[in-house]
């Protein structure tokens, strides 16, 4: 009796589980613009909702029909989803909008902002539209795309956002204030996603302006993330910025770390940079061993490998997508149809599902319209074109129509048991759901331009480059760049100031001198081993080397100018003595001794001092990687790009390229164009 029912069971279980596309619905061409123009209209709805009732708040609140700020107090939605207007082709609504942006729209407010956040939503969506610009027909500043309103806006945010990378690990703080830099007493704390989700738009950033700081910053982020991968290649969920120290060690493809993985691939590839493809190769390896379970991906213990949780969050169904950028086709579309069966058995994918009890998590049942799924689902659609793909977009479409619309706009489900709504529409709403579902739809956008066409475009500067010709890469907030823009802009000259430069690195030499001579006096040094001192006196030649070209160039610029340098209010020479002055150095801009001494015998100075102390190289080491210059007055982006580039802190070789068996499979087609066919292997 009981087996009986079992397999009754079973056999009505197992077509539905098991073999979900057996017998899905054929569409038309007619069919699938028909859903297209659903989609418009959701969007226009919710749209115009936001405008009417919440505009300027951030958020739309759809069941009171009133605005609220939420991640800032800048009109989130609109920059959200500004992109969205150019992808289904309101020009003349993207035109307004753009120029209210513009006029209005100020980001030096004395408000506490996800760092995070602010890159995805904000300066995703500037630098879009930004890229954008061009197909909606406005009238464009004559350096376009190196130059516009909405490119020095992007980048006014981006700068407002830099002060959070200045920490000794270069991992930024989770939180900035948009005016004042760093909160006094911020958490040192920041979740993984957190850390590695700014290449895609800080490399877009550099690549236009010409300014190399945000992409230098956003991968020494990356890089120093990497290291700290456990033993068996795992992250965790949070890591202490200062220390590199984990404090949540649970490790899964979800909440707090997804898009670190997304950002490895779509750096890779929007960048052709092959180091990002390697680390992604190597952390999945471990996701495949450790996470994956029938295609599901648990959570589990980053030191062990032991599975802490077998949940499915909402959020971890983008990992389909990203495995058809890298032409895994087929392992993606057996997680899609996992994703999927929940999707039909609530009508929305819950935020947590435990998938041995095969039911939602409490105080996790909601469904805040999120896009993962059908992200994933256009994008495999694109691959493969099987229509089973369509099914499950029309699914989430008829789910959300159904059961989240309201009179203003599309709420969130509270409880996806029950469908009770709740008073919140996030940004991503329009920025993203609504795009991909009508991207989904959409066979002719663009957006899916596979390289068969492009427009050759020659910048003010005289640089030539092809632009729409496809390949877009989307961040993770939905924002696509187009690859070819990349490569528009010229570099610009260093905007270095040289004899700043030289005086921080006569800072750096004076500071560790001070340590050293602290060091020796209160204990003897035992000698480092000779493999060690190898290493060690390589690293001071480099330093040395460093400081002699810099002083060459600033001799040539000191001759060239026939000046000399000076600071503060002079003083008697002889309070000038050897020791004051390495705390002039140090102080340069408080104390109030003169240096006549030009620059370069000063730097002669250090390094013959240096030498004297060539068997505490270790001790040099340690400080120069202990060493932080922090966040405060005197905080100086340059600085702190400067230090990156000096210190060389983290390895940036990895064995083999060749073993990049990514690069080989087949991938996406347009990922394919860019990547495969050598451009990935020939750009600098
Ligand atoms: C463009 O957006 C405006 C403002 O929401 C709306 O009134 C108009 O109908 C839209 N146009 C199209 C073609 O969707
Ligand atoms: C920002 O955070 C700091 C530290 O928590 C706090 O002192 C300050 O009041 C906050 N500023 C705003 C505008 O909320
Ligand atoms: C993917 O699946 C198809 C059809 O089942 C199969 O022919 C193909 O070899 C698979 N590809 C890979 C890379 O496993
Ligand atoms: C370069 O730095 C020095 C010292 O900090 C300063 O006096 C000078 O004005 C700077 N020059 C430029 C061009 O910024
Ligand atoms: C570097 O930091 C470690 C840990 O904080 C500390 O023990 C060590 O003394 C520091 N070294 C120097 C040279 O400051």
Redesign the pocket.
């Known amino acids: 009796m009981f087996i009986k029912y079992r397999l009754l069971i079973s056999l009505l279980i197992l077509p539905l589980t098991l073999q979900p596309s057996c017998s899905y619905s054929q569409y038309s061409r007619d069919d699938i613009l028909r859903y297209r123009e659903e989609v418009?209209q959701m969007f226009?709805h919710a749209?115009?909702g936001y405008?009417e009732h919440a505009y300027p708040y951030d958020e739309l609140r759809p069941l009171t029909c009133d605005g609220i700020d939420t991640w800032g107090s800048y009109s989130l939605t609109l920059i959200d989803a500004l992109d969205t207007?150019v992808i289904?082709?309101?020009y003349?609504?993207f035109e307004r909008v753009v120029d209210i942006i513009t006029n209005s729209i100020n980001f030096d407010i004395n408000m506490n902002v996800s760092v995070f956040e602010t890159n995805i939503r904000v300066i995703g969506g500037l630098l879009s539209a930004h890229i954008l610009s061009h197909k909606a027909g406005i009238a464009l500043e004559s350096d376009w795309p190196c130059n516009g309103p909405l490119l020095r806006l992007a980048e006014d945010v981006a700068n407002r956002l830099l002060p959070a990378f200045d920490t000794p690990t270069g991992m930024p703080y989770g939180t900035v204030n948009l005016k004042r830099g760093v909160p006094p007493g911020e958490t040192t704390i920041t979740c993984t996603a957190g850390i590695g989700t700014f290449i895609l738009e800080f490399g877009t950033l550099s690549r236009l302006t010409g300014d190399p700081i945000y992409e230098e910053i956003a991968m020494n982020a990356l890089r120093s993330l990497f290291q700290y991968q456990s033993k068996i290649g795992l992250v965790g969920n949070h890591i202490d910025v200062m220390t590199g120290m984990w404090t949540a060690q649970d490790s899964g493809i979800g909440a707090g770390i997804d898009s670190y993985f997304e950002y490895l691939v779509k750096g890779g590839l929007l960048f052709n940079k092959p180091e990002l493809m390697s680390m992604f190769s190597i952390l999945e390896k471990s996701v495949n061993k450790y996470l994956r379970h029938n295609d599901w991906f648990f959570w589990v213990s980053m030191q062990k490998g032991l599975i802490t949780l077998p949940l499915f969050q909402s959020l971890e169904a983008y990992w389909p997508g990203i495995l058809s950028h890298i032409g895994n086709l087929n392992e993606s579309i057996r997680s899609i149809h996992n994703y999927h069966h929940v999707w039909k058995r609530y009508g929305f994918t819950p935020e947590f599902y435990n998938i041995i009890q095969q039911e939602v998590s409490t105080n996790r049942e909601s469904y805040p319209l999120r896009p993962e799924l059908i992200e994933s689902v256009m994008y495999l659609y694109r691959a493969t074109g099987d229509p089973y793909l369509l099914d499950v977009g029309v699914d989430i479409l008829k789910s959300i129509q159904h059961s989240a619309v309201t009179s203003c706009g599309y709420a969130t489900i509270k409880d996806c048991r029950d469908h009770a709504q709740d008073n919140r529409m996030e940004s991503f709403f329009l920025a993203e759901t609504t795009k991909y579902l009508y991207l989904l739809f959409d066979p002719d956008n663009f957006i899916h331009n596979q390289g068969e066409h492009g427009r050759l475009f020659r910048t003010a500067s005289g640089e030539s480059c092809v632009i729409d010709a496809g390949g877009f890469l989307f961040n993770t907030e939905a924002h696509p760049i187009d690859p070819g823009v990349l490569r528009c802009c010229p570099k610009k000259p260093s905007s270095k100031n040289e004899s700043a430069t030289f005086s921080r690195h006569l800072r750096v030499f004076d500071a560790n001198l001070d340590a050293l001579e602290q060091q020796r006096s209160s204990k003897p040094l035992a000698m480092p081993d000779v493999e060690m001192l190898a290493e060690l006196n390589s690293l001071r030649e480099h330093i040395d080397r460093q400081l002699k070209a810099g002083a060459e160039r600033d001799r040539r610029k000191t001759e060239a100018q026939n000046r000399k340098y000076s600071f503060g209010n002079p003083l008697r020479k002889d309070v000038c003595t050897r020791q004051n002055w390495l705390k002039f150095v140090f102080f340069a801009r408080r104390t109030r001794c003169e240096r006549r001494t030009n620059f370069i015998d000063v730097i002669e100075d250090i390094r013959l001092k240096f030498a004297s102390f060539r068997n505490e190289v270790r001790l040099f080491k340690d400080y120069l990687l202990n060493k932080t210059e922090f966040t405060g007055d005197n905080y100086d982006p340059q600085v702190m790009l400067e230090r990156i580039l000096q210190e060389r802190r983290h390895s940036t070789t990895f064995a083999s390229f060749t073993e990049l068996k990514l690069l080989y499979c087949k991938p996406q087609q347009y990922i394919q164009r860019l990547s495969f066919l050598g451009q990935f292997f020939n750009s600098p």
């Open positions: 418009r226009n749209y115009s405008l207007l289904m082709g309101n003349t609504e």
